[in-house]
């Protein structure tokens, strides 16, 4: 008998070993060596680094762009999973229960469906790249060509420095959008319509069938989801160095934490200092991960 059982467990092993072993290589070992990194001066041409403590995160404190940085991937942390997940669930509300009968959802929603995800199809590059012949500030431009036409001034939706960090959420939100349709709309596909039909012959009205029924039976979907866009939000870096002027102008106006790391570690070629940066991203991620978990638990309604 113990022998089976020791046979057992180390068949489980045998196969839990392998990606154990990648997992460690490939992503424990890296974050390890971005921490060492964190605290020496590598520029990259040497073969040893010079180890300083902690002095790149003394530099971090008093770096006002990385800083402005900060704010701009907050602002985003706050609106961009608040605004995506109010579209994402009124749309797949109907396309799931905005029937005529409300337990059913409105003809055509599985086209609606396949738009919706289709920026999810589309490469992060392709969709800033997209974006910037959106926002072209000429007569080119897909918003400024109708406004130009009508005898109104072109706006500068990259090139002013208080209206690009909202085009940058704009095109965020648009990408991210679609995904989460899909994934309440498969939310609402499991909760029977058992439990709809009975809350309309009590006398339950759309407004109290979403607020006392279909959000409640979906929190723990919207939890994941507000986990995954407040990392999305956390990163931004494609949209933001692709589509924006200067990568991350105008005047640091757009900039978020990653394009800096990216811009500290390639273009200045401060590998130390910038996994400095790196670290304090790490640490903003994981606290924002740990901190939406633990707000945003309850008891599980079994239904």
Not at 31 to 48: E, K, L, P, S
Not at 79 to 86: G, H, R
Not at 238 to 266: C, H, K
Not at 278 to 297: E, K, N, P, Q
């Amino acid at each position: 008998m113990l022998f089976n059982r020791y046979r057992r467990g180390l068949f489980i092993a045998s196969f839990l070993a392998a990606p154990v072993i990648l997992y460690a290589i490939y992503v424990i070992s890296p974050n390890i060596q971005a921490f060492y990194m964190a605290m020496t001066d590598w520029r990259g041409v040497t073969a040893t680094p010079n180890f300083i403590g902690l002095e790149n995160f003394q530099r971090v404190l008093g770096d006002s762009v990385f800083w402005k940085a900060v704010t701009h991937n907050l602002g985003l942390l706050i609106l961009l999973p608040a605004i995506t997940i109010v579209i994402a669930l009124f749309f797949a509300y109907l396309l799931n229960l905005g029937g005529s009968k409300g337990v059913s959802g409105i003809r055509g929603s599985t086209f609606y469906r396949v738009v919706f995800f289709f920026p999810q199809v589309l490469a992060v590059t392709i969709v800033a790249v997209l974006f910037q012949q959106v926002f072209r500030p000429d007569g080119s431009g897909m918003l400024n060509g109708p406004l130009m036409a009508l005898g109104i001034e072109p706006v500068g939706f990259l090139s002013n420095s208080g209206i690009a960090f909202w085009s940058v959420l704009g095109v965020l939100v648009w990408q991210a959008v679609g995904f989460y349709v899909v994934l309440f709309s498969a939310g609402l596909a499991g909760i029977p319509r058992d439990v709809f039909e009975a809350a309309q012959i009590d006398g339950a009205n759309r407004f109290t069938l979403f607020f006392r029924i279909t959000l409640p039976l979906l929190w723990d979907t919207v939890q994941v989801a507000w986990v995954y866009l407040g990392i999305l939000a956390m990163d931004a870096f494609a949209i933001v160095w692709v589509m924006t002027l200067q990568q991350g102008g105008p005047d640091w106006s757009t900039t978020v934490m990653a394009a800096e790391i990216y811009r500290n570690a390639f273009g200045y070629f401060r590998f130390g200092y910038a996994s400095a940066l790196g670290v304090v991203m790490f640490l903003f991620t994981v606290g924002f991960a740990i901190l939406s978990l633990r707000l945003s638990r309850r008891e599980r309604i079994e239904y």
